[in-house]
């Protein structure tokens, strides 16, 4: 994407000012140019410590969550430190400022005037960037720490897919969903046309249930009621009519749905949105789940900065309540991240402190936070390429785009990174086999696409699989640490769930002007079609956590809060199925990663049985 003036202006002030940008400018001419976020000086030691003690199953404080409210108040900025901040904000000509729920930054409104003060007063203050962790330091005692402007366009981690894989082997189901009044839907390939995979079949959700150890508990009555998820959305609108179509279709229940929107005025219009697949597939999957929660899809606008939104799912008022669980399928590479601005919608070290931070409160309140590995395997920057053009640079930049990295929030200490699997499943829907996902290894699909137009003869990097790897930023977590994880600093993922494109979703959301849309395949009246990814896999797991909760409250135990170090713990490993096939190496480098018995980068511990995940949540809270 080609910067403006504009936007190489910001970012070249930002970084003399030695700040941390996530995005850019992007209403020319408008009064107000940005959302700067001011980042506070708060108490992050004292809430990390806290967050620890409530999420170790061997502390003492397992489980004694307090509220955000009071975590805000303990740990954020004191009222003292705010009307510092407020005073500096004014010297530069800023008046509307809103402080966010964890008392963690401020939320502000500026010209393209007021931002150029703010930056050259913050170089004056002597505030520098600091090395890998992005911490910024201060000559001087001060109410400000960072400065972060405008949002990121997290990318999506989904990929969709017209038709969904075959495979000869015996136990494929043919035919074994249990739809309403759509089978012709889902017993041929999903494509009005005939294309797709010959006797392709896409996975329900009941094959989902069966495979994954949820339909004990729906059985049972234990189907989400009482519980709440969030789901995280950038520039995504909900198409609700879709939502309901897929409940009639599989016999689920009406979605209990909301929608906030964040930085926006009103929830975005699924029929011109870009990423409304996304959103709905996110919603569709814990539709799959925990059929009877309590959905809000918390919706930043496409300049809503990924710690605003995340603030926004904390905030009880605007939730109506706390969500249980908070569902992240969105991503970006973390070295780009940690570059600071190498593109207008890249967020970069500042903003990831803060959206740790907000992660960290969550943590100590008990809401668990659920992260999509990525869909680009063991490289996670690869989905930052397009056409690479046919040139001497060609070599150098397949192998940029193709090194190991891993995807933030996935990587963040505070977040449980859900890779990707597949599956294949016996005529009763149990598990036959699974393998890491990997369409290229798995399937024989390509990693590259070239073509040619007009002469031009580009590379399209295709590769897709399951995220996994070290981290570029964050030391080995203590949970690893204890479970005999080795590793240099932190690893993903955590667990994985099933991902490859063989999913059953609704969407048919399109544009009346133009008859385009953001869902395939292009004709409204066929709204079905197989998606995947590990933006499957998140939502899928946050709506088992959900069930988990459940069983908990029934048992008068705290719900689960931070999932994973219950999930290396060995009161958890009853309810993980070891992946031992495959790799997520999607480009054949060699280096990265491959399974095996017990933990790997490619798969995690492996993936989660629902009722026996309940089991180990009920037993540990107890």
Known sequence: MPLSVTRLAVCALTAAAGLSVVGAATASGAPVVARVLVGLDRDEPGLVAHATRVSDPESRSYRAYESVRALARRFGASDATVARARSELARAGVRRSS????????????????????QGGAQEAGRTAGAAGGVIGRRRPDAITEIVVDAPRLLPAARASRSSHSTSSPHWPPNTGTPRGCAKGVATPLDPDGGGSPGATAFTPNQF????????????????????????????????ADARTFARCFGLPEPNMRIVPVGTPRPLD???????????????????????ARITVVEGGGRTSWPEVLSAALDERRMRGLPDVLS??????????????????????GARRLADWVMATAAGAGTSVIAAAGDSGAAACAHAYGGVPAGPGMASTVADATANWVAYPASSPWATAVGGTTMVLRRDNTIWSQAVWNDQESFGFPAFDETTDDGQTTLDILGAGGGGGTSLVYATPPWQASAGIVSPRRAVPDVSMYARKGIVMVCSAHDPATGDGPCPPGDASWPYTAVGGTSYSAPFLAGVVALANQRASAAGVPRAGFLSPLLYSPGARPAIRDVRTGSNDV????????????YDQASGLGTVNAARLADAVVRAGR
């Open 587 to 598: 480009f054949g480098t060699g280096r990265c990663c491959f399974a095996g018995p017990g």
């Open 209 to 240: 249930q069966v495979a994954f150890g949820l339909t004990p508990l729906h059985r049972a009555g234990v189907q989400g009621q009482g519980q709440h998820i969030a789901l995280f959305q950038s520039g995504a609108g909900v198409k609700r």
């Open 328 to 349: 992240i399928s969105y991503g970006y590479c973390e070295r780009a991240v940690q570059g600071g601005g190498a593109a207008p919608w890249v967020g970069g070290p």
């Open 99 to 118: 402080l966010d729920v964890t008392r963690g930054f401020l939320i502000v409104p500026v010209t393209a005037s007021q931002l150029s003060r703010l």
């Open 270 to 292: 699924p029929d011109i949105a870009p990423t409304t697949q996304e959103a709905l597939l996110d919603v569709q999957a814990v539709q799959a789940s925990a059929p009877r």
